[in-house]
C-alpha cells in the first residue's frame, strides 16, 4: 500500500483552547522497529485529549510543538515494524505521547504496536476506537482491580459518558449489580446500557440508593468522590480514573481507594474487541464529525455532558 508524502493535519502550535488548531501540511511519517504506521479512518475523542491541548497533562510530560493531539484511532495497516502486524490489517491502537509518539489525530498515525489491536470481522472501525482509551479506562478498574464478578455490587459515577457508559455494560456482563448515576435527561439510556438501578443525581442521594457497594467507580472525582466514601461496605474498594479533585487518603480505615494506571495494551484491547464482536459490549457512538471539523469534535467533549463516544472519520 503506497502513501503519499504529505498529508493535511490538525496541529498546535502551543497549549490553549480548540482556536489553537491549524490544518497544516505534515509530513507523512514511517513506521521504525516496534511501531505501525496506520491510514486512519475513525478517531475517538477522549476528555484527556483536550485536557492535553489545554496543558493539563505538563506534569506527566511536555508536548513538543507543533503537535499533533490524540490517542484513539482505527484504520489499515500501511508500514509494520513488528511481524505480528502486517500492511492491510484493520487496526484500533492508541498512541502513545511519554514515549515519543505524535498523537493518532491524523490521516496518517505512527503508533506503538503493542498498543494495538487487530479488529475482528463484525466491528466497524467507528465501532473499534471506543474500545480504545475508554474501553479500556473501564476494563482496568473493574476487570483487573476490582475484580468484579457475581455477587457483587457497583456504584458507577457518570454512567452515560464514554467510560461510564462502557463500565455499566462491562459490570453487567461480569454479573454484578450495577448502580449507576447520571442526569436527568440520561435516565432511559442508562438503563438501556444494562444497569440495574439508575439514579438520578439531580433527585436522589446516591449513596443512600447504593450502599453498600464493595466497589465505587469514580469518573468524576470532586464532591462526589469524597461522599461515596459512605457508600462502600467494610473492605471496599473506590477506583478513579483521572477524576480531580481528589483526597489520595480514604476518610475510612475501612476502604481502599486507588488511582487505575490506564495503559491500553494490545491484549486489553483485543479482549474488549472481541465481545464487541460477539454483541456483549456495544460501542454507543453518539456524535460523528468529520475530519475537517475535528476542533468542533473536540469543543463537543469539553462541554463535560457528552453522552457515549464522539467520533471523527476520515474519507
Known sequence: MNKPATMRAWRI???GKADKFLLEDVPVPSADAGSLLVKVTSLGINPVDWKIRDGGHRRMYELKFPATLGRDCAGVVVESGVPEFKPGDR?????DQPRGFQGAHAPYACVPADFAAKIPDGVTDEEAVAFGVAGTSAWIPLVEMAKLGPGMRILVQAGAGGVGGMAVQLARH??????ATCGPNNVDYVKSLGAHRVIDYSKEDFVQVAAPCDVVFDTVGGEAHKRAFAALK????QVRINAT????????????????????TGERMAKQ???AAKGILKAQIVQKFPYAEMPAAYLASE???ARGKIVVTIP
Open 234 to 237: 467494610a473492605g471496599g474498594l
Open 91 to 95: 487496526v484500533l491502537a492508541v498512541s
Open 303 to 305: 462541554t463535560g455532558h
Open 245 to 264: 479533585p481528589v483526597d489520595p487518603k480514604p476518610p475510612r480505615e475501612d476502604v481502599r481507594s486507588e488511582l487505575a494506571n490506564v495503559r491500553c
Open 273 to 275: 474487541l472481541e465481545l
Open 13 to 15: 502550535h502551543d497549549y
Open 174 to 179: 461480569l454479573g454484578a449489580e450495577v448502580f
